[in-house]
């Protein structure tokens, strides 16, 4: 979703608040249930699932533990454990607090050049052209830092893939990011309006803090602060209530013109793409000339546009989101993932994916 694409600051903590409780796993563990039960967008819709029975039993469950144990990282991991009754992305409990005998290794990757054995092992994006009707892009990641090494591969080679009858979009392992950054590569699969489903924004007063730090910025320009202020406002006024900041339920995107060439897309995916890339597969999916080969991606795309939070205790952070997709329940996709068209099963080794997806798309 294109709002997703404001949100990319929500992924700074917010200040640490007092230490004024006593610091236990137990005490950490009702402050992160309370914080969550009150401020994230998906709490109230998987309750409804679920049922209120099974969340006090999974609760009674934890508590028992949480009181056996030191507050330390064997208790943060308890209370990520925990949280997971709710969903597996976007989501989770991070130790902050200080170790012992914690050394952070720093490992140095190489980056690998067009004839590189494996293309997994890339971590920037790169292009190739694997013969004359096939051209290849590597994107291992949709982070906005990644937006102008994919926009400037894309222009340096939009003549070739304009005239190439195969495009493969290689994915794999690309956990998200900015639907900023794969905007260049729309223009080339599109055969249709896209349409794409916006989202609700839950108001409470933790979650409204964000965005008036958003409107107080001042790496964003005048424009935007007073958008941001605007949205805080229609948040504040709607407190307990999902809120459509942007007064529309879908968006559809027109383009003037449609490409002749590429003919076939290929799409590479697996169990490993999240949020942003499934918004990006989710889009592909509605033009004629995308295939998905793969695997099932891994579903968290839902309940989005995460917000961190820091314990008063200081030692534990604890993520959630702040929207939910007007997708649901009609179509969710979080825990169940999107479906690839060809599936690539496990006889086919990771190495070997890209020339399966060649022969195929060439019809070998």
Request: charged content about 25%; overall charge neutral; proline content about 4%.
């Amino acid at each position: 979703m294109n709002v997703r694409v404001l949100f990319l600051w929500l992924l700074l903590s917010l200040p640490i608040l007092n230490f004024a409780q006593n610091c236990t796993c137990e005490s950490n563990f009702l402050w992160v249930k309370k914080t969550f039960e009150e401020n994230d967008a998906g709490f109230q819709y998987v309750i409804s699932k679920k049922g209120r029975d099974a969340y006090e039993l999974h609760n009674a469950l934890y508590l028992k533990k949480v009181k056996q144990l030191p507050n330390n990282q064997e208790c943060a991991a308890l209370l990520n454990q925990w949280i997971r009754f709710f969903r597996n992305g976007h989501i989770g409990v991070n130790y902050i607090g200080k170790t012992k005998n914690v050394e952070k290794a720093t490992e140095q990757h190489k980056q690998p050049t067009e004839k590189d054995l494996n293309p997994l092992d890339a971590t920037k994006p790169f292009f190739e052209k694997l013969n004359e009707n096939t051209v290849y892009i590597r994107i291992p990641d949709f982070e906005i830092t990644e937006k102008k090494a994919i926009d400037s591969i894309i222009l340096a080679n939009r003549a070739t893939i304009l005239s190439t009858e195969n495009f493969i979009i290689d994915v794999r392992n690309n956990p998200g990011g900015s639907d900023a950054s794969y905007s260049s590569l729309i223009p080339f699969l599109y055969t249709q309006p896209i349409r794409t489903v916006g989202a609700l924004f839950y108001s409470t007063d933790l979650n409204n803090q964000r965005m008036l730090e958003l409107s107080q910025n001042p790496d964003f320009d005048e424009e935007s602060k007073k958008t941001f202020k605007n949205f805080y406002e229609k948040l504040q006024a709607n407190k307990g209530e999902y809120v459509d900041l942007f007064n529309k339920k879908i968006n559809i995107t027109k383009l003037d013109t449609i490409q002749p060439y590429p003919k076939n897309i290929g799409i590479v995916i697996n169990e490993n793409n999240g949020s942003t890339t499934e918004q990006f597969i989710l889009t592909a999916m509605q033009s004629k000339k995308v295939k998905l080969y793969g695997r099932t991606t891994k579903g968290m795309l839902d309940i989005s546009n995460v917000n961190i939070v820091t314990s008063p205790c200081g030692d534990i952070e604890l993520y959630y989101g702040l929207s939910k997709s007007f997708r649901i329940p009609d179509f969710p996709v979080d825990d169940i993932g999107l479906q690839p068209d060809v599936f690539i099963d496990k006889t086919i080794d990771s190495k070997h994916w890209l020339n399966f997806v060649r022969d195929h798309l060439n019809g070998k």
